[in-house]
């Protein structure tokens, strides 16, 4: 198994560095399921499973991001969680692994009916509808309702749209906080714009389906 890590360096190619790793640690790979410790982990990770076995993961993340969400949210002790691109609720569910611990509470928009229904469907049958406000409607215009401040958000909707959430919700993100960006080999412009601003410290994590991971500077 090969681990992709990817460095920002000139603005027009990524140099990527490929470790090679033991079949001791192969074993161990992310992709390996989650192990619950507590009674509402096992029903998050139940409902993340049917999901998974059903076929209603459309357009999230794979689990291998999937653990990053739930890891770095749970790392910053993240109270206030926004996401862009609610879907059915997969990646929302990883969140919420962190958030019954944190105490946190995720904001999640989507455009899509359905998959708002959907979403909202899977949280309640994970027992973790009170820690979600599903929000439908366009997010370039619902997002500017967001009241900071913001410690992690999440951007995984239409990829032309990214810098502008990213632009409307950068002010509202706290110094030290984190965005997350899904699939940021299809927007060249979000890498470019979140590794020539001076404030912003970016890394990429491509052992899933490739993720940004922003801190904004104190």
């Keep these: ?59 999230s993340v794979p689990m291998q991001d999937g653990k990053v969400l739930r890891l770095l949210a749970e790392v910053a002790d993240a109270k206030n969680v926004v996401e862009i691109g609610t879907s059915t609720g997969y990646s929302g569910l990883w969140f919420c692994l962190a958030l019954q611990r944190t105490g946190g509470h995720l904001t999640t928009f989507e455009i899509d009916h359905t998959r708002a229904s959907e979403a909202r469907q899977h949280f309640k049958q994970a027992g973790v509808d009170k820690l979600v406000t599903v929000v439908e409607g366009d997010a370039h215009e619902q997002v500017t309702k967001l009241k900071g401040p913001i410690d992690l958000a999440f951007i995984d909707a239409d990829k032309e749209g990214y810098v502008d959430y990213l632009n409307k919700i950068l002010p509202l993100v706290r110094p030290g906080g984190v965005i997350l960006a899904h699939n940021v080999e299809m927007v060249p412009e979000y890498v470019k714009t979140v590794t020539t601003n001076a404030n912003l410290e970016t890394i990429f994590y491509m052992e899933g389906n490739g993720l940004a991971v922003t801190l904004k500077k104190r």
């Design 1 to 59: 198994m090969k681990m992709m890590i990817v460095i920002p360096g000139i603005l027009s190619t990524m140099a990527v560095i490929a470790f090679s790793q033991s079949a001791r640690v192969d074993k161990f790979h992310v992709s390996t399921p989650p192990l619950a410790n507590t009674e509402m982990e096992k029903k998050i990770i139940a409902e993340l499973d049917d999901m998974e076995k059903s076929h209603q993961t459309y357009l």
